[in-house]
Each structure stands twice: as structure tokens, then as C-alpha cells.
């Protein structure tokens, strides 16, 4: 019977491993962290299991062929008891991707038995997603300083929440149009936010840095602000929109 999962694949130690895991609906996980030498001709790889951890670090050995190709093998018998190997084998390598296939094979590498194929593609959204981001947040200030709060608004999820300087948590668009609003008299002349850093998480982003603004009062003076942020955005139907939007103020000096 099919069970939903997902699989997440990601390079960590600098580059120099890669671990992979898989989610399953019913809350049990496993996966593996594969570290490697520069030329690939060792891996490294620790399996973990919700059910059944290991305590071992199995090795592949191997090398690149004149094709390319790496293939790595390490001893394991057939249940049957039969001697062979388990054979990784990457090929179709290339700057956008490579492939990958596991297979059970015997000491002569006649009988071969998958047990399973990835094909693993570079990713080239992040930028955009990035782009958009950035974009947002300008777009953000803009309506600000036009006085368009609901464009403002609509950068909100339906569920956002905004943590304001020394004020409670407010949530819902009633309650952020309420706080958004400008009394009659008051205009934002100027409103600046600079990310320090922007790190995405599939469909959530985690954005922190500063901002600057500068008021226009109803007696007519102008009065300078700026502060720290943390926004977690998220995506939804393919747009980034705002989910938790913290700041507060933090002094000239």
C-alpha cells in the first residue's frame, strides 16, 4: 500500500557529504549521511532509522571510469547467502545533475538487482524565490509610502501575525489594517528595509536585518527611526507572502 513521504536531499560538511532523508506520513524516518574523499573513490556512510538505528559505519569502494562514471562497491551477501556486492553507481554527471542507482550484484556482476534509482537535478529556483523576496520588500516600503495599505496587506498571509515595538501580537487583516493605517496628517517619507540575510527552506524563507523610516507628523515634523527585523515568509500558490513579521527599535547611537 503506498504511503505518502517526502525526500530531502542536501550537501552539508562544507561539501564534503551529503545526507538525504525520508519523511513519512505516519511520523517514522530514515536516511543516511554519506561523507566522501575529493575524488569519490570512498564514501563513508552512516544509515539511521527510526525503527532500527545503526551503530556501524559501512564503506564503498571505488572508483572513476572511462565513462565517467563512479562506481563503488562493498561486500554484502544475497539473502539467499549468495557472495556479491552492493554496486553505487553515479553516471550522466553533469553541471545540472547526475544520476544515481543502487543495485545488488554478484562477484561476476551477471545478476543485478535494483534496489533503487535517483535522479538528481540542480536546483534553480533559489535565486528567483530570492529575487522575489527581495522584491517583495521593496514593494513593501513602497506601499507604505504611498499610503496604500491594502496592497501592504496583501503581502500578509491570511493567518500573518506582526510583533510590534512594546505592543501585543496582532493577527488577522482587521487588526493589521487597524495598526497599519495612518492617522489624517501623517505620511512615512521614507522606508528602507536591508536584509543582513535571507536563508530558504523549500516553500519557507528566514529573513533578518534592518530598517529605516523617516515621518512626516501632522505639525509637520519630520522624525527619524530605525530598528532590527526577523520575517519568516511563506510560500503560498507560488507567491511569498509574510507570516511572522517581528521588529523594534534600536537607538542612533
Known amino acids: 500500500k503506498p504511503i505518502d513521504m517526502t525526500w530531502e536531499w542536501k550537501y552539508i560538511m562544507n561539501g564534503m557529504a551529503v545526507q538525504d532523508e525520508t519523511l513519512k506520513a505516519d511520523g517514522k524516518h530514515s ?9 569519490s573513490s570512498r564514501w563513508y556512510v552512516h544509515y539511521y ?7 556501524t559505519l559501512p564503506t564503498w569502494e571505488g572508483n ?4 565517467n562514471n563512479i562506481v563503488l562497491y562493498r561486500d554484502q551477501k544475497a539473502p539467499n547467502s549468495m557472495d556479491g556486492f552492493y554496486r553505487l553507481t553515479f553516471y550522466d554527471i553533469n553541471d545540472n545533475g547526475y544520476k544515481w542507482i543502487g543495485e545488488w550484484v554478484d562477484k561476476s556482476e551477471q545478476v543485478v538487482y535494483p534496489t533503487w534509482k535517483i535522479d538528481c537535478k540542480k536546483q534553480t529556483s533559489t535565486n528567483n524565490n530570492l529575487d522575489t523576496i527581495k522584491a517583495n520588500i521593496s514593494a513593501f516600503s513602497r506601499a507604505y509610502m504611498d499610503g496604500n495599505i491594502d496592497a501592504l496587506l496583501d ?15 496582532l493577527s488577522g487583516r482587521a487588526e493589521l489594517k487597524t495598526y497599519w493605517s495612518l492617522p489624517d496628517g501623517v505620511k512615512i517619507l521614507h522606508h528602507k528595509v536591508t536584509p543582513q540575510d535571507i536563508i530558504i527552506e523549500n516553500d519557507i524563507a528566514y529573513d533578518y536585518g534592518y530598517y529605516e523610516g523617516k515621518t512626516l507628523t501632522k505639525d509637520k515634523r519630520e ?9 519568516i515568509w511563506k510560500k503560498i500558490d507560488n507567491e511569498w507572502k509574510i507570516f511572522l513579521d517581528i521588529w523594534n527599535n534600536v537607538s542612533s547611537e
Do not use: C, H, L
Not at 157 to 168: H, L
Open 223 to 231: 522624525v527619524s527611526w530605525q530598528g532590527k527585523y526577523v520575517i
Open 49 to 55: 532509522a527510526s525503527g532500527s538505528p545503526s551503530s
Open 64 to 67: 572513476k571510469k572511462e565513462n
Open 155 to 169: 503581502m500578509y498571509t491570511e493567518d500573518g501575525k506582526i510583533f510590534p515595538n512594546n505592543k501585543n501580537i
Open 31 to 39: 536516511g543516511s549521511i554519506r561523507q566522501f574523499i575529493a575524488d
